[in-house]
């Protein structure tokens, strides 16, 4: 069985990784605006419901756009989960507003509804609404709890291609941000879109973004080298004795090379704003992901299946609206120890995942410079002690799945720790 990396490149298939070797060898058509427009197309077509489409840089650039284009600043607030990463609190806090956390479900999850009612203030200006792994959230019932002057921007970073009620998420809300991300359902290795219906908005954000700061060309250097180099050093990621193998050496020389990149920046920790951000998608990835949008359906279909064979094997079925598709980017599981699975599957030649091991996947130094106060969402920093998530990518096959599960089913997490004084009021 071949190496797992849960975030090394998991969509990378041999089209695509030769693909970004042959943009490494053309970089006069890095800047290419043609090949943006088109992706952008490509993803209105996809998601329907006359949307319009903005590349850019990454999700949290498209989520700190459309703040500044609602005119949310100091004194509003933004309701986020904390069930997620701290790249989507930092552009509450670069457009001066308060973030305001909302816990979560154990059934999805998605934001917990009875938490949301009690935070929603008339200081709330707007809401991240989070389809966590790809379990789609209800948009309705959140906008029967917001009201109807909130804006609800929907964050598809674990699901695109998933539906609610015959709809793509994405399209429920009054916009929506797309992440391209290295380990997300497609990937441009960085990069992310907003979408919306509103033709106004979308022109708001055009002029909002401008023509600088530029995506460096050294970034689009790194994010091409980064499938072709994972495409190496998989196959022989164990070729060697011990520690001492190929694959661990080129990736080790890599990351001392800092060409691997880094998709959260050092400053972003201290919830400071990249110089670079917002910028225009370049050409070069978003050639990327055009080739990868061709397969999206057949990357959620492959986990989707893998998905039910991790549930049926680990008999853990989540709780999902009957009228929905949930595609599982990864599916996730409790376990008493995680630090122990990880390791063990690390020894049988797999990595798997630990969103969201802290709280907006942030060290403790980073919490109070994001707001977070300790004890208020309690069901998420208790499903954080627990969590792992396992892997459904197009490279993983359903013999892998059962090795995965095996060694999970060691060590579950019992539904009856879920009772008890002691253990969160699940609702």
Known sequence: ???????????????????????????????????????????????????????????????????????????????????????????????????????????????????????????????????????PIDVSKVREIVGPNVKIIEDTAHSLGGTLAGKKLGTLGDAAILTFGIEKVISTVRGGMAVTKDKELITKLRELRGPEPVFSRYRIFVSLLNPVLWSLITPVYYLGIGKFTVGRIVAGVSHWLKIFGNMIEECEYKTSKPDWLPAKLPGALARLGLNQIKKLDQYNEHRIKLARKYSDLLNRHYEIPDNSKHIYLRFPILVDDPKRVLNKAKQMGIVLGDWYKNILYAPAESLDLLQYIEGTTKNAEYLAKHIINLPTGVNVTEEAVDKIATLVKENMHSEKSYEGNDEPNWS
Request: hydrophobic share 40%; net charge negative.
């Open 1 to 135: 069985m071949k190496p797992i990396f849960i975030a090394a490149s998991p969509n990378t298939q041999q089209d695509d990784s030769n693909l970004a070797f042959s943009q490494l060898l053309k970089p006069w058509e890095w800047y290419d605006t043609e090949p943006v427009e088109e992706f952008e197309n490509e993803v209105e077509r996809y998601l329907g419901e006359e949307v319009n489409a903005l590349a850019i840089d990454s999700a949290r650039s498209a989520f700190y756009l459309l703040l500044k284009a609602y005119g949310i600043g100091k004194g509003d607030e933004v309701i986020l989960p904390s069930f997620s990463c701290l790249v989507v609190a930092n552009p509450v806090l670069w457009v001066g507003a308060n973030p305001v956390y909302v816990d979560v479900n154990k059934h999805d999850f998605n934001l917990d509804l009875n938490d949301l009612k009690s935070k929603v203030t008339n200081n709330t200006k707007a809401i991240l609404v989070q389809h966590t792994f790809g379990m």
